[in-house]
């Protein structure tokens, strides 16, 4: 029989370890490259509506499904439908896609890790060639450090949700915050650093079309760890007197003040770099601009602060980014180690075990999708295009997937849990919230418009990336 459930121990924790979850990869790079190609401070407004208008009330969704069924996702929609075989689906949907998306950014953790030791040991130079990349993540150092990524997560799930999940959130968190603003702050010292802050603030609404809005909407949804099943679960361990619309809200401004406090980083430091740069050639990919583009800007800053300053430069950075995937890790890999405890009554120690062989396997097909396994690099052909296994499994899961979990979760809880019940949950832990615009906001949008955005989003992805169609 599985222990009672644990709960976090304050909201601060609550709110650290979501927070945690949610600042990720996506804030540190992906946000301040988008917003700066997408019209600065224009992009900067949209992303800010999204993040208030249309994801937040789809946390405070998935929060309240948790914590009302005290369950992992499949339990959540099995418990709440009352054993609805339609509604199933979507509590499945939210334990396949955090698994697997899990599996691919377990690989990119495990590539910022070996970077990160490699500024360690002084090698930025070898770093910055670019041709560095193709070689490490071909490289047997990949197994190892995957091996060391998966001992750091699973050690601290085994220890639990206050004393691993939570106390890491509270050391690791306050750790990426000082690191951050310390790197802010000496770049923002350097020599043109102030034409990256314009380039990235500057508020050009040219730019703002369809394509642009779509991608904002997509990136704010990620980045708040929704439709992953995540908020369900950690919804499950917050306690009924806590409150779910204020922590929500602490959770969507620090993931948001996050990003953008990593652009006043990525902005500057390429400018310092290259002053004439124009944008518009910047990488879309993360992984592009974090292991070819960003070791390059590092390895420059030589001149001002020589190699030694330069590498530890890179390396604080490193472990920054490290940092927050890991901790956005820890969050994801909770969701099937909670379903295995809540639905089939495992002890959590072999329920982490269980999770972590199969993630293991699954992470070496990955790894080994970049030329060592032919089989599993040219594993498929979409849309014309040859696509290794890894493409796959992040085009499915992370970018097609993600919108169609949200919006069955809309859908859920206003027309199957309904309105009142899911409104009664938001309220214990906040009895001031009845009768606000904000609960009126919340309850009307949830069961209108914004189901239909995700709808949107997700045929225009699915026509995109696999038919090579965009409506937009
Ligand atoms: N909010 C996370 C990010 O921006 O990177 C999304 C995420 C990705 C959470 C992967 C958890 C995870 F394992």
């Given at each position: 029989?599985?222990?009672a ?12 370890a979501?927070?945690?979850?949610a ?11 988008a ?22 009330p ?6 309240a ?8 996702p ?18 499945w ?11 691919f ?14 500024a360690?040991?002084?090698?930025l ?14 490289s ?16 601290i799930l ?19 915050f ?32 369809p ?27 917050m ?19 996050v ?21 518009a ?59 295995l ?53 992040e085009?499915i ?12 979760v ?10 009142a019940?899911?409104d009664?949950e938001?309220?214990?832990g ?8 904000s ?19 997700f ?14």
């Amino acid at each position: 029989m599985a222990a009672a459930r644990e709960h976090f121990g304050s909201r601060l924790g609550f709110i650290l370890a979501a927070a945690g979850s949610a600042v990720g990869i996506g804030n540190l790079v992906a946000f301040p490259v988008a917003a700066t190609k997408s019209g600065g401070g224009a992009f900067l407004l949209v992303y800010a509506l999204f993040v208030f208008f249309i994801c937040l009330p789809v946390m405070m969704a998935e929060l309240a499904l948790g914590r009302k069924s005290d369950k992992d996702p499949v339990g959540a929609y099995r418990q709440v439908s009352g054993g609805s075989r339609f509604w199933s689906l979507p509590g499945w949907l939210a334990l396949v896609t955090p698994f697997m998306i899990a599996v691919f950014y377990l690989v990119v953790t495990v590539w910022i890790l070996g970077y990160l030791v490699e500024a360690l040991r002084g090698n930025l130079d070898q770093l910055a060639t670019g041709a560095y990349f193709g070689q490490f993540i071909n490289s047997p150092m990949v197994f190892v450090y995957l091996i060391v990524v998966m001992l750091g997560i699973n050690g601290i799930l085994t220890l639990g949700v206050k004393d691993g999940i939570e106390r890491a959130a509270k050391t690791l968190m306050p750790m990426l915050f000082v690191m951050l603003l310390a790197l802010v702050i000496f770049v923002l010292t350097r020599e043109n650093a102030m034409l990256g802050v314009k380039y990235y603030l500057i508020p050009d609404f040219s730019k703002i079309n369809p394509e642009v809005i779509s991608k904002a909407m997509a990136q704010a949804f990620f980045s708040l760890s929704l439709g992953m099943g995540i908020m369900i679960t950690y919804g499950s361990y917050m306690k009924k007197q806590d409150s779910i619309p204020s922590s929500s809200r602490a959770v969507a401004i620090t993931d948001t003040l996050v990003a953008f406090t990593a652009g006043l980083l990525i902005l500057p430091s390429i400018f310092h770099f290259n002053p004439q740069i124009n944008p518009a050639e910047l990488s879309d990919s993360s992984a592009g601009m974090i292991f070819l583009f960003l070791p390059k800007i590092f390895y420059a800053l030589q001149s001002s602060i020589g190699y030694f300053g330069a590498s530890a430069f890179a390396a604080v950075f490193f472990f920054l980014v490290l940092v927050a995937a890991l901790t956005s890790l820890v969050s994801i890999i909770e969701v099937p180690v909670a379903t295995l405890r809540d639905e089939r009554n495992m002890d959590r120690k072999k329920a982490i075990y269980t999770i972590a062989a199969v993630q293991l396997v699954l992470a070496i097909c990955c790894a080994v999708s970049f030329g060592l396994v032919q089989w599993f690099t040219e594993f498929a052909t979409i849309a014309g295009e040859n696509k290794s296994f890894f493409d796959l499994v992040e085009m499915i899961f992370y970018d097609t997937i993600l919108p169609l979990n949200g919006l069955l979760v809309c859908l859920f809880v206003i027309y199957k849990w309904k309105r009142a019940n899911f409104d009664r949950e938001l309220q214990e832990g906040d009895s001031g919230f009845a009768g606000t615009f904000s609960q009126k906001y919340v309850n009307f949008s949830l069961g209108t418009f914004i189901p239909l955005i995700l709808l949107l989003i997700f045929i225009n992805t699915l026509a995109l990336k696999f038919f090579g169609h965009s409506f937009i």
